[in-house]
């Protein structure tokens, strides 16, 4: 390999968690976009019961 083909390649390599953090940030916005928030919520309420974090 030469020194561009491996720079190209290790480019590449970073790219995919930036690529994968942004598809899931998406998918979040997305989905909560179109949750009642009454859902979410309860959703959150639940979940900070579940790990012991104190809400009240």
């Given at each position: 390999m030469t020194t561009a083909t491996t720079a190209k390649s290790t480019?590449?390599?970073?790219l995919?968690?930036?690529a994968a953090a942004a598809?899931?940030?998406l998918a979040v916005i997305a989905v909560?976009?179109?949750v009642q928030a009454t859902t979410l919520h309860d959703a959150a309420h639940d979940v900070r019961h579940a790990?012991?974090?104190p809400c009240h």
């Open positions: 480019t590449g390599l970073k995919v968690p930036v598809l899931i940030g909560t976009g179109h790990v012991g974090f």
